[in-house]
């Protein structure tokens, strides 16, 4: 029985393990997109721009694709707040582009901000950063 017990244990750590690898790979690769697409702003250079959003859309659909751990005393759901956050990062993503398409640079600054306060937002409330 034990033996049994041991080896659930090892194997649910292993998958905890799986899901914590799985968020950072995507959180990486979002901060990666981030980068992108400032530098796009920067050289004023719509194809990296371009490429910065398309992997910024791809990457954050993982976003929702797991259940983040939070604070067992606040009455909140962390899955429902994740797909809310990938549809707005999506919306303000594609915001960027046709901003910067129509000229409008101010705007194409402040949706770029706004993704960043997201990306922020979410770290400080899931993990207290
Ligand atoms: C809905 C919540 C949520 C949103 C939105 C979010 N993140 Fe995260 N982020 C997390 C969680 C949870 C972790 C911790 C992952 C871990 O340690 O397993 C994290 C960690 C990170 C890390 C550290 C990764 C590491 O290797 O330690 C980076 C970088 C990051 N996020 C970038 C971003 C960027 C850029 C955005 C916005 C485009 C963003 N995140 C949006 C939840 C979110």
Known sequence: MKKVLFTFVILGNFLLMAENIDTKKTMQALEVSMGTI??????????????????LKEEI????????????????????????????????????????????????????????NRCVTCHKLIRKW
């Open 38 to 55: 400032q530098k796009g702003l920067l050289y004023n250079h719509r194809g990296i721009l371009k490429k910065g959003i398309e992997s």
């Open 61 to 116: 659909k993982n976003i929702d694709s797991f259940i983040i751990k939070n604070d067992e005393s606040l009455n909140f759901n962390a899955k429902h707040y994740a797909e809310t956050e990938v549809k707005a990062l999506t919306l303000l993503s594609s915001k960027i582009l046709e901003d910067f398409d129509s000229g409008k640079k101010e705007d194409v600054m402040i949706a770029y901000e706004q993704i960043l």
